[in-house]
Structure formats: C-alpha cells, structure tokens
C-alpha cells in the first residue's frame, strides 16, 4: 500500500512533509495549520469544524489540555436535539453517527512523531516503547492524530499491567494494541465452565485474538489446542500470552481464516457480536459486517467436527435487541449450516452499561443475554 504524506508549512514558510498514520483509516485532512499554545479552544473547534488539520507546535501537556477542552464543545447537547429515538435500533445507528462525528473531529489535533518514535515538543512523554509496539521500526517522521496516540499509550499501559482473568485463577492476559482485551469476563466464564465432550484431547479457538480462550481450554486439561487467528497483532499478543503462562507446548497459534485443516472433538469460536460495519481496526473484534465470520464459522463448522463433536459458539444476543437480527435467524442458519443445539448456557452482562440508565441503548443492554451454543452435526 502506499504510504499517504501530510504537507505543511512551517513558521518560516519551509514546506515540510512528513508520512500519514492512521488505524482506523481516518484520510488526511487536505490543509494543515501548524498551531500552538496562543490558539484558543473556540478558535480549535472553529477550524476542526471547517476541516483542518491541526498540527501542534507548543507545549505537549497543554496539547492534550486543548482536546479535552474540544471534547467539552463536541459533547455539548445541541440547542434543539432531535426527538427521542423511536427503537432500540435507531438509537444505536444515531450513538453510531455521533461517536463518528466526535471521532472525526477530535482526530484533526495533530502530533508529529520522529522516526524513533520520539516527540521534540516542550514536556513531551516518552512514548517510545508504546509507538514501537503499535507500529513497528518507522524509516522517518510520521503525524497522528493526538488521540490516537492517547489509546497507544493507554494499550501499551495495559499491556503492561495486564488483565487479571478469573477462569485462570486470577493469571493475566497482556493485550497488544489493536487486540481486543477480555475486560467483559463473562463469556470466559461460559467457556471455563460448559461440560468438555468425554474423552476430548483436543480443540480449536478460532478467532483467537489475545488467545485467552485458548489459555482457558489448555488449563482445563485439553492436550493439543490449535488457536487460529488471520490478524498479525493477534497471532503475536496470543503467542506472547501463551508463553508467558506457560502454556506454549499445549497450544499452536496459527494464521487461518476461521479453521486449520482438519477435525477436532471440539470446535470454540468468539465471533464479533455485532452485524454491522466497524470503524477502526480493534473494532472488528465487535462488529462482524453482514455476520461474514459468524456464517462463515457455522457453515464450515460440520466439515471440521468429528462425527460426535462439539462445536462451542459464544454469542451475545445485542443485536436481536437493536433491531440487527431478526428473532429466530441465529438458529434458522444453526440449522441450514447442517448442525443442531445440543445444548445452551446463558449468562448476564456484568459490565457497568448494563446498569446505565443515561446510556440511550440502556433498554437493550439490560435485556441482553451471553450464550454459549453447544452444536453438533445434524
């Protein structure tokens, strides 16, 4: 892919030029003004409305002062809202505009990184061990958005640190940046705690992510587990946590879409919830376009189980509240895929949304439900 470059002019009227950075494939804005620590919040928020990209000149604190302070603008309710949202689902399509929109203009702060991932501003952070994790050995300069190098700071703080998971008895998995963390423990716990078909040595985890999935089947006793995953940030952060719990020589990560060759006893996959078009890298985690992975598992699912295996799908039941799916349709492609539910179980949200009452999607969040679909052939 080519590289995008940014060109401005510098406070001696220099051109300069460096490469555009973007996980989310924000384009680059078409007019750079370099700005500093004199611009005010309401100028800020004029110039970000009108589209320009502003790249940053002064104090690096006050920089990251200067977003909250278009945050504040952005959030502010407008004078004449719109009626409330008729259904669950035109409350999600409208939070999906709105949250488009703030990402939109918050993005158009800019910082310029050099090439070993330093910033040359006035109390700039270190953030080069974080910039190196998230985008590797640069050969030159790069500008980013401010906010995006606020989520890679805040990853590489997790990954640091860790997230403690119940179903490991309390080991951690490190989650790499743009590798979804398993901060909602219930689904583990579903999976920690389903009856293993008898005799059962080994599994797939398909769409393994940060391969905690894998980490829990491993700990449950399964001698071979084979983790796959299509995303190098993911086949890297399950490969890292695997040996950091000592658990390397039980599973193999290995790059697939959907399954390896071959059957298995059991088959467990976590496909993204949600049937609609993400907005950055880590939010395919969430969002499955046209539920292309969750049809893609069901439908190739018979071919890879062994005649009495179990093929364990981890499902949350959002999108039937929102209006996404229809009632019904989960089980009417469960049974076209040439499969039957040998059993279910269902847990509860445990997340503090599922009790926000401010949240415009409150009324589906609390009538959600996690499942764990045990399936086997027909």
Known sequence: MTAVTVNWLDRQGQPQQARWQSENGTPAPGQLQCVDDQLSASEAFRLVSSGVGLLWQGDYHNARQLLQALSRRVDKPPRNPPPPAKTPGE???RQ??????RAG???????????DHRIALRRAQDVQQACLEAYGEQSGPYVLSLRELLGVIGAHEWRKKGVSVPALAGDAIHPHYGVFSP?????????????????VEQAFDIGTGSGVLAAVLARRGIRQVIATDQDPRALACATDNLQ??????QVTVMQADLFPPGQAPLVVCNPPWLPTQPSSAIEYAVYDPDSRMLRGFLNELAAHLTPQGE????MSDLAEHLGLRQAGQLQGWIADAGLKVLGRLDTRPRHGKARDTSDPLHQARAAEVTSLWRLGRA
Request: charged share 15%; hydrophobic share 55%; net charge positive.
């Open 183 to 199: 901060v909602r423990g219930e689904y583990v716990d579903l999976v920690a705690q389903a009856p293993l078909p008898a005799g």
């Open 244 to 249: 950091r719990l000592g658990l390397a020589a």
């Open 105 to 115: 203009l918050l993005s158009l702060l800019l910082i310029q990184i050099e090439a």
């Open 91 to 93: 409350a999600f399509q």
């Open 311 to 314: 093929g364990w799908l981890i």
């Open 96 to 101: 999906r505009q709105q949250l488009a929109r």
